[in-house]
Nanobody, 125 residues
């Protein structure tokens, strides 16, 4: 499956941004979809994940209550709605697809076999 992320940009602290990830070339509904981010000089970190059918989500503590992951399997898209953004949310954001059945691994980048190219989010203070 090929993934294309979009929607990044510059936003002031406290603002909102919505990222989208379009999938092609695979059975989108068969993949668990995750969002990760990587700030300059830091390791890639887990943001959120959504189950194949969209009924279950899980988030990193740092974004829980501010970010929401959703998906539309009819349009082969997954989105990340980001509210109350903080300067520390500044990073390149990546969508990723996993066909693992081991739920406990889904916060780790190596559980995902397919990655989008990343989209930059910059939050100014």
């Amino acid at each position: 499956v090929q993934l294309q992320a979009s929607g990044g940009g510059l936003v002031q602290a406290g603002g909102s941004l919505r990222l989208s990830c379009a999938a092609s070339g695979g059975a989108f509904g068969s993949y668990v979809m995750g969002w990760f981010r990587q700030a300059p000089g830091k390791e890639r970190e887990f943001v959120g994940v959504i189950s194949r059918g969209g009924g279950n989500t899980f988030y990193a503590d740092s974004v829980r209550g501010r970010f929401t992951v959703s998906r539309d399997n009819t349009k082969n898209t997954v989105s990340l709605q980001m509210n109350s953004l903080k300067p520390e949310d500044t990073a390149v954001y990546y969508c990723a697809a996993s066909n693992t059945v081991i739920i406990t691994t889904l916060t780790r980048p190596n559980a995902y076999g397919y990655w989008g190219q990343g989209t930059l989010v910059t939050v100014s203070s």
